[in-house]
Nanobody
């Protein structure tokens, strides 16, 4: 059984940084894509970024490109989302998820991901 646990959320001022972590367990993820999504109050869950567990180049939503960076520590089975230059519009619950896919075009749609973490709150104050 796959288990994903996010951590690292919190309250930060605009312009600040946070690093989220997604600790994965339950099976090998070598042939998976790991994704980050977020959901702000009253809005639909949206894609933030994704990366293959092994190799490849991460993909990001236009709204976070240049500010957010995905990295991974294979030994720790953990993927990270480094968020810099945060703005109030980044306020949301952030989720990590896995998709059983390792192809050239990374999945960006919610239905393509089959395992989800419980989410971590990120609040950016102005």
């Amino acid at each position: 059984q796959v288990r994903l646990i996010e951590s690292g959320g919190g309250l930060v001022q605009a312009g600040g940084s946070l690093r989220l972590a997604c600790a994965a367990s339950g099976r090998t993820f070598n042939w998976s894509t790991m994704g980050w999504f977020r959901q702000a109050p009253g809005k639909e869950r949206e894609f933030v970024g994704a990366s293959r567990w092994i190799g490849g180049t991460p993909s990001y939503a236009d709204s976070v490109k240049g500010r957010f960076t995905i990295s991974r520590d294979i030994a720790k089975n953990t993927m990270y989302l480094q968020m810099n230059s945060l703005v109030p519009e980044d306020t949301a619950v952030y989720y990590c998820a896995t998709a059983p896919y390792n192809g050239p075009v990374l999945p960006k749609r919610i239905y393509e991901y089959d395992n989800w973490g419980q989410g971590t709150q990120v609040t950016v104050s102005s």
